[in-house]
């Protein structure tokens, strides 16, 4: 008996994505193959009073026949499937979810696999749209305004029994108490806390300037309207605060010394400059490219318009969820305590996924492809910023993975490369502290 007489099949292609195949499959063929999954088994199955090979069939029917039925169903509706995929030449996106069908004939067993396919994707003109290019050339300015960054980093405190001026460093006791009674939150030993840093509320923060070590302060705060915490918004609370410790900051000077902090053996300060410069540019152009990525991905969004599979979206959803789970497991977080759910990345999911499909799509379409010499540029550039860079270099290359993730980044490049070619490309300076994100 040929495959076709023992399968029929239907394709219902009602949604844009989803589609069912109704199959049909003999139940003779099924018992044949269970009869054939029994024989085979009894030559190996092992049953008391009996040697291996010789259980009589009947005996390994009644203890194994459901199994191998299910296992030989499985198998005939796999065939149907797969047979009917590469005959329709679908793609299909996920994996499909078997139903019985109890509508089949005498003599068949009826199933629906339902599954999605991915879309067909046809690239709409670029041409039409805009995109702002933000340009920043690095000076000696940039790279003092980097340094001062860098030296306020390693700003060193020292205990002081003065007053407490503006960016001291304070160590406190405090409670907080509404109405005569402590509330939920308003309470903390050893707070560090810096003069003028904004930490505290401004009612809190008036009475940390002037204060010195050992002294105890109490004094009203009042909490915003809009406060978080409903039952604090818009009420009156009383404070009272030890404070343990008052430290001045000391910053280091830009010498020798300050140069070797950086890396540079020698102390040669110079020497320093031009390092710090280096990664300064390697920094800026990598935030330029960034800020010029997202609109360019912007843009493919918004002219081609797809509908993607859901179980393309789920995988993704899920990925990111996990992926979310190692990084606060990373940081120490039991996740017990903070649950991370695949659904909160759904919006997320969907667009890196609409954009995996219109990138695929725009390489091969437009060739693409990534070239080795680029990887290894990409590869190179970032092997820069260690010590040892042939090192990292022969890391890279030993980790297929890793390496994925220059080779996507490459890919990325390209695709914003071509787009820049054909959109209409608007170059606008930005502000170092705006790209660097340090705008007031």
Known sequence: MTDKATTEMAIDTSSALERRIDMTVALAEVDKDVEQRLKHLSRTVKMPGFRPGKVPLKMVAQQYGSQARSEAIGAAVEKAYGEKLREQKLRVAGYPRIEPNADASPGLLG???????????????????????????????????????????????????????????????????????????????????????????????????????????????????????????????QFEMHVKKVESPRVPEIDADFARQLGVADGDVDKMRVEVRANLEREVRKRLLAKVKGQVMEALLRVNPIEVPKALVAMESEQMAQAARRDMESRGMTMKNVPVESSWFGEQATRRVKLGLLLAEL???????????????????YAETFED??????????????????????LENNVVDWVLANAMVSETPIAFDELMGNAA
């Open 111 to 237: 199933f629906t696999a339902v599954f999605e396919v991915y879309p067909d994707v046809t690239l709409s003109d670029i041409s039409g749209q805009t995109i702002e290019k933000p340009t920043l050339t690095v000076t000696e300015a940039e790279v003092d305004k980097t340094l001062d960054v860098l030296r306020k980093q390693r700003t060193i405190y020292t205990e002081t029994d003065r007053a407490a001026i503006k960016d001291d460093r304070l160590l406190i006791d405090f409670i907080g108490r509404k109405n005569g009674e402590e509330f939920p939150g308003g309470k903390a030993s050893d707070y560090g806390v810096m003069v003028g840093g904004g930490m505290m509320l401004p009612d809190f923060e008036t009475h940390l300037e002037g204060v010195r070590a050992g002294e105890r302060k109490v004094f009203d705060v009042t909490f915003p309207a809009d406060y978080q915490n409903a039952e604090l918004a818009g009420m009156t609370a």
């Open 389 to 410: 860079p042939k090192e990292v270099v022969r890391w890279y290359y030993s980790q297929p993975q890793r390496l994925a993730e220059a080779e996507a980044l490459a």
């Open 363 to 381: 390489v091969k379409v437009r060739d693409l492809h990534v070239k080795p010499e680029q990887v290894r540029a990409i590869v190179d550039e």
